[in-house]
């Protein structure tokens, strides 16, 4: 049993790349077939055996703590239709009483804000963020290949991909420790940088949206002054603890997709509608 017992979704954010199909409905609900991202997310997490899933929130996401609730109505018109299937659907997710809990970021001010304001329930113990615009299909999980790292050497993991130069000023961005074996998939890492320009990033390694954390990360969180586009930015805190805990950018197995933009969105439709056999 994993001994991450928390993880951490960050489901505060506007969606205005999504709009006006999010003006009144969550991002994180947009359904990737009939699945929204952030049940696949949820999954993930579930999976490594994670009994804690705390969800910081903002106005108007109320849909996504009714997806995980019952919602009697329904279920007893699909019982009383004797369709179990969807009944087996419409329940499947909602887990234990107790286990999904809900707080509210009340204003955005960046990734490490939002993270931040799960202090309370990870308390001084190791968590999971999970942001549920990077979809990726992997089995294992993402999550659980980093836990599995984690536990064999623990520290910070950050799991990471090579992005083309052109587009590093879009994620935080890794410097690899010197001493580096190149086909490593646990890379040690010496610098983190949020959204550098093309000519002044110091690698193409490129964080994206898992994170396996000490909880040193979140007490340097409630330290932090604003960093890029005036918000708490969760990788200044990781940067931070570098002198101080080894950190990994790790090389996952499997594929991701961007679902913050609408070409991700597309292509990941289309990758899990054919590995469905629905075209």
Known sequence: MSIIKTAVFPVG????RFLPATKAMP????PIVDTPLIQFVVEEARACGIERLVFVTGRQKHAIENHFDHMYELEANLEAKSKTEYVHLVRQHLGE???ILFTRQMRPAGLGHAVWC???VVQDAPFAVLLADDFIDAEPGCLAQMIAAFEANPGNYLAAMQVEADKVDRYGIAEPADDQEPESKS?????LVEKPKPGDSPSRLAVIGRYVLMP???KRLSTLDPGAGGEIQL????AAEIPHCPTYAYHFDGQR???GSKLGFVQATAHMSAKRGLV
């Open 97 to 99: 009483p107790g286990e």
């Open 216 to 218: 040193e990360v979140m």
């Open 235 to 238: 990788t200044d805190a990781i």
């Open 118 to 120: 799960a202090r309370h």
């Open 187 to 191: 890379v040690r890492i010496k610098g």
């Open 257 to 259: 997709f961007d679902c």
């Open 27 to 30: 991002k994180e609900m947009l």
């Open 13 to 16: 954010g506007l969606g205005t």
